[in-house]
């Protein structure tokens, strides 16, 4: 399968971040439907669900358009991914006034964030490489 290698590292990038983002905003429906919790989130949950799928398939894409020139490991390669999104999310957060994302919040969350990116993108976008035939 050696047919249209950026589409197949595309499709591998989305699936995790996919995944996890339909599995948080049933969590989130339930919370707010069922339990009436009252969480302002309505208003950014488009970004996440729009912006955070793409991007993590272009990453996908560029991971594999570098492994030839430089081979920085996928788990590496996934953690530099949050130097983007986080300060993204707080001018989005800020533009929304949600006011509990704070860039004090951000700066104190992000080593947890590049761990976490660190592990998915080890373990399983590695994984749907390996599946797609792209690693």
Known sequence: MHTYPYLRAYMAGIVAPT?????????FVIARHVYRVDIPIERAIVFPMAVVPNLWGLWNMLYLAL???????????????????????????????????????AATMSPVGFIVYYLVWKHLVGFFNQVVGIE
């Not at 995944?19 to 969590?27: A, E, N, P, S």
């Open 19 to 27: 995944v996890f983002l339909l599995i948080g905003l049933t969590v």
């Open 67 to 105: 492994r030839s020139h430089r081979h920085l490991p996928i788990g590496l390669h996934g953690a530099i991914l949050p130097v983007l999104l986080v300060p993204a999310g707080v001018m989005l957060a800020q533009a929304l006034d949600i006011s509990f994302v704070t860039p004090k919040l």
